[in-house]
């Protein structure tokens, strides 16, 4: 009982966390309160008995229904009613697509989004989710929903805020931030006190005019998964798969997080089979999206959390709460929620990272293009823009690359002549380098950097080519070296590669290439190239 006991505390400490948080991200996705809490059921259970982090909490998540809200708009979802039956849809979608990527085993793929992306789409996000949430702290009506017009129309419109409900969230807001760094032995969540206190102030506030949650009402029926008209499959299908990939972004970014701090192995394949099956039974109960977010699995690890029991005894827990305490819940005042939310993204926000790309000078143009995408294309288009901007960077500087002429500094050693003055040079030699590796977009302008050099040193009867950053070539790269060759011979010029890798090897040797044989590719350095002493391949 011992060994349950630090499990059982945990759950009953993040509960408290989880219940607020799960009713106010429904409200951000537009959904109504019962979505949030029945998602958290689900990713509790789910995640608890499946996933494999002893401290993740899989429950809504600001991201998630940031992109939800956006996905339902995007497919002229304007009822409730339509909201909740596209979550059933586009939600269980996700959940499939988890399952499917999991049975795959593509476990990796959160690394196809760079982390400057990451770090300025969390910030954009949190910038368009705390302008969202302004209509319900002040008790407005607006039609925008793009970040820039809506932005507008609040300023513009600034006469028409409601005071009392301006002043709720606000002084929420102002209680969560400073409960947050007031020392405290042991430490109280400021949440679960700012909301006992609204509750407590609830019949002043209603008297002024500050509107409440309202009812919670939980029923389980499962839906029929309707598509509703006008709605195209495909279009589904695209948003279900972007809602996936930024739900395990999210999430993969929180376990593996908490895997450093306490040495856990991290099982990306299990975790996606887990949250797919969080996101299938979310569906079905007409929730919200669920995932790994931050604020749930850092409290849980805060709170003493030793295994996954912590999460499953948060979901009984949460589920006494909703269900002997459904009337308090409804007592929230919205302007708290709404507080609770921007709250919670503004503290997700990591400005030391915009610091490091400042002082790194890397990456900062990705950073701030994923900032300005999200607030001007959207949740979606805009994580996609950033997504396609990254890349686009990524091989417009890869088919740039920089050559490098080496020369002998020691006895063996063969670095860059620019970095190293002092490197010695033959002139009957040409040693050179790429510093990135050889693929179709760069191979042609290298080569021609290559003959240039050749070129300007007409003594240079051998040259050597070092290919130790080009792991394998394609068919442009092989075609590009056959040219090269030709150009070699027709001028009396030799060509040896030098530490050129297997599966490079093993193309080369398949491409045939007449005048650039087998035992030109034997160099396993620059220095046996250079010396012409080729070294047999035989390596166990």
Not at 40 to 50: E, P
Not at 85 to 91: E, K, N, R, S
Not at 413 to 435: F, G
């Amino acid at each position: 009982m011992r060994a349950v006991a630090p499990d059982l505390i945990a759950g009953l400490s993040i509960a408290g966390l989880l219940v607020p948080e799960a009713v106010a991200y429904s409200g951000l996705a537009g959904l109504p309160p019962q979505a949030g809490v029945s998602a958290l059921l689900a990713g509790l259970l789910a995640y608890g008995l499946i996933g494999r982090s002893r401290f993740a909490i899989v429950s809504a998540t600001s991201s998630s229904a940031a992109v939800f809200a956006s996905a339902t708009l995007a497919l002229g979802a304007g009822t409730v009613a339509e909201r909740v039956a596209l979550a059933a849809i586009l939600v269980t979608g996700a959940g499939v697509a988890f399952v499917v990527c999991g049975a795959l085993r593509l476990g990796a793929m959160s690394n196809l989004i760079a982390r400057p992306v990451l770090r300025g789409y969390t910030l954009g996000l949190a910038l368009v989710i705390a302008v969202k949430q302004w209509p319900s702290v002040v008790a407005v009506h607006t039609q925008s929903s793009d970040f820039f017009a809506l932005l507008a129309e609040l300023t513009r419109n600034y006469s028409s805020w409601h005071l009392p409900s301006l002043a709720c969230g606000l002084t929420a807001l102002a209680c969560l931030y400073l409960l947050e760094r007031l020392p405290r032995v042991p430490r109280v969540p400021g949440m679960p006190v700012v909301i006992v206190a609204s509750i407590l102030a609830a019949p002043a506030l209603v008297a002024h005019g500050v509107a409440l949650t309202g009812p919670l009402e939980l029923t389980f029926a499962l839906p029929t998964l309707a598509m509703p008209p006008g709605v195209r499959w495909v279009t589904v299908a695209e948003y279900s798969l972007a809602l996936m990939l930024i739900l395990y972004a999210e999430s993969y970014g929180s376990i593996r997080g908490a895997a450093l701090r306490h040495d856990e192995e991290v099982r990306p394949n299990r975790d996606l089979l887990a949250l797919g099956v969080a996101n299938i039974l979310a569906g079905l109960l007409r929730g919200t999206p669920v995932g790994a977010g931050y604020s749930g699995t850092s409290a849980n690890q805060a709170a003493g959390a030793q295994s996954r029991l912590a999460g499953l005894a948060a979901a009984a827990i949460v589920l006494v709460v909703v269900v002997g305490l459904r009337s308090w819940i409804e007592q929230i005042p919205q302007p708290v929620l709404a507080a609770i939310v921007i709250h919670a993204v503004t503290r997700s926000v990591s400005l030391e990272a915009f610091r490091n790309y400042f002082r790194w000078q890397r990456d900062l143009p990705i950073a701030l293009a994923a900032v300005l995408a999200v607030m001007a294309f959207g949740v979606l288009n805009g994580l996609l823009l950033a997504i396609a901007f990254s890349i686009v960077m990524l091989l417009r500087s890869l088919a740039q690359p920089q050559l490098s002429v080496l020369g002998r500094m020691g006895d063996h050693d063969y670095v860059s002549i620019e970095r190293q003055p002092a490197a010695l040079t033959v002139p009957e030699m040409l040693v050179v380098r790429p510093e990135e590796p050889l693929f179709f977009a760069n191979a042609d302008p290298l080569l021609a950097q290559v003959r240039a050099r050749v070129v300007a040193s007409p003594q240079a009867k051998l040259v050597i080519l070092s290919l130790e950053e080009s792991p394998d070539l394609d068919g442009t790269v092989l075609e590009a070296l056959t040219e090269f060759c030709s150009w070699l011979a027709a001028r009396g010029r030799q060509l040896r590669l030098a530490r050129v890798k297997d599966r490079a090897r093993e193309a080369l040797l398949r491409a045939n290439l007449t005048l650039l044989p087998e035992d030109a590719l034997d160099y396993w350095s620059v220095d046996d190239a250079v010396r012409g002493v080729r070294v047999g391949r035989g390596r166990g």
